[in-house]
């Protein structure tokens, strides 16, 4: 499960930085949100552009049918069987680039709950495999993150995480279906968490 990241422009995400402007410059100021992220937030992804991968604002969540509500998640295991994944999963793949992402567990007290922000070790960016649909008309596109198995790193706070890609993957993620079928399989880097302020 991925309900929640972040998307940090201080002076230490100059990566990030770069990117917010990049979309900024084709959408306008203040069209991306940064801060934390919620699904239905317009945010920065990565997809294919005339043979390069190229930064997009989009929604995050695909509609549901019934018309209320957003799919946020897809699950890695079973994408490729889903209708509302598998051909997004042949042709349209996306990378979501983020400074870290939030999950929570049981706190001490009963009924408490503790935000953990979780990013890869000793580096600003993390980038997430995703999924996405092209929007109608003047809407914008809208994507899922993939979440697979937690690796050792998140077991103690969810059965379930984001399918992490390593910076050197993201051109072969988007391009490549043979790369990105298998990499559904592989276990996510391992992560360090931080306690956060809720």
Request: glycine share 10%; aromatic share 12%; charged share 25%.
């Amino acid at each position: 499960m991925c309900g929640r990241y972040v998307i940090f422009t201080g002076d230490e995400f100059e990566e990030m930085q770069r990117i917010v402007a990049e979309v900024e410059k084709k959408y306008g100021l203040g069209s991306v949100s940064t801060g934390e992220i919620f699904p239905t937030n317009s945010a920065p992804v990565f997809v294919a552009q005339e043979g390069q991968v190229g930064a997009e604002l989009m929604t995050w969540g695909f509609p549901k049918y019934q018309g209320s509500g957003v799919i946020i998640n897809a699950r890695a295991e079973t994408a490729a069987e889903k209708r509302t994944f598998s051909a997004s999963l042949r042709s349209r793949r996306c990378v979501i680039p983020t400074t870290g992402f939030f999950e929570w567990r049981q706190g001490e007290n009963a009924g408490q709950k503790e935000k953990f922000l979780f990013r890869l070790p000793d580096v600003s960016m993390v980038y997430l495999a995703g999924l996405y649909i092209e929007g109608r008309g003047p809407e914008k596109g809208r994507y899922v993150i993939l979440t697979t198995g937690a690796n050792s790193s998140m077991q103690p706070y969810h059965h379930r995480m984001p399918l992490v890609l390593h910076k050197d993957s993201l051109r072969e993620w988007v391009f490549d279906s043979g790369f990105a079928m298998e990499y559904l399989q592989k276990m996510p880097p391992e992560l360090a968490a931080q306690k956060a302020e809720i």
